[in-house]
């Protein structure tokens, strides 16, 4: 069975700062592996996934997440934190049949500190 | 303007009532989907759909019901049955094939009992 793992519920940064938001994850075979975030009372937008290639892999908004096969692991790194970044953040996981068994993690709140 | 509208944004529902949660999408996408989001569980998958008139249950269908009688369209009904309706519900479309794993989230409906 697939899962997803965020260990961390609050992520606190200074603006300016880089940040990380960690993933780990579960799944038979290959994974594909996604980062969606979510504004206030607004559904999830896509950020970056990860399918096959390069292990580093560049998103929208400055974005970026290193998936680590030996690891499991998929984090979400910014090299510079902007107020407007607070939002949730949910990495996903599925095998390689594709979104209708998408699994998220549970979320990680970021908070930007001016 | 392309993409995925949800009503109502606050739907409140009486004890032994059914309620409707509509989903249209106008970005031409063959699949479509309906996850429930509670505080602290990300996100778990409720129906979904890859064609019309077809639909397949999710991880947590019970007391749920949906169809699929247009590509637009892909409503959602909360019954009686579901006895802790209480949250946040998203619907979501991806169009059909490799390469289109990214899923397009609506705004969300927010259901609460009265």
């Known amino acids: 069975a697939q899962s997803v793992a965020q260990p961390e519920d609050q992520v606190n940064v200074a603006e300016g700062n880089p940040l990380t938001v960690k993933c780990t994850y579960s799944?038979?075979?290959?994974?594909?592996l996604f980062w969606y975030v979510q504004y206030p009372n607004r559904g999830l937008q896509f950020l970056l996934k990860?399918?096959?290639?390069?292990?580093l892999v560049k998103g929208s908004y400055g974005f970026e997440a290193e998936f680590n096969k030996s690891q499991t692991s998929f984090h979400l790194k910014k090299p510079s934190a902007l107020v407007s970044d607070s939002a949730l953040y949910f990495c996903?996981?599925?095998?390689?049949?594709?979104?209708?068994?998408?699994?998220f993690g549970t979320g990680t709140r970021l908070t930007v500190i001016p | 303007d392309g993409g995925i509208t949800q009503s109502p944004k606050y739907l409140f529902r009486k004890e032994g009532q059914n309620v409707t949660l509509s989903c249209e999408q106008n970005?031409?996408?063959?699949?479509m989907y309906w996850y429930r989001q509670d505080p602290g569980q990300g996100l778990r998958l409720i129906y979904y759909?890859?064609?019309?008139?077809?639909?397949q249950k999710g991880d947590i269908a019970e007391g749920y019901s949906v169809s699929r009688e247009k590509k637009e369209s892909f409503p959602l009904t909360v019954t009686s049955a579901q006895k802790n309706p209480t949250a946040f519900y998203l619907c979501?479309?991806?169009?059909?094939?490799?390469?289109?794993?990214?899923?397009?989230f609506g705004s969300g409906t927010q259901l609460s009992v009265l």
């Open positions: 979501a479309s991806k169009p059909q094939g490799i390469g289109r794993e990214k899923l397009f």
């Open positions: 799944v038979s075979g290959n994974p594909y």
């Open positions: 990860y399918i096959t290639g390069d292990n």
């Open positions: 996903a996981v599925s095998d390689q049949t594709g979104a209708n068994n998408l699994f």
């Open positions: 970005l031409n996408h063959d699949a």
């Open positions: 759909s890859q064609i019309v008139n077809d639909f």
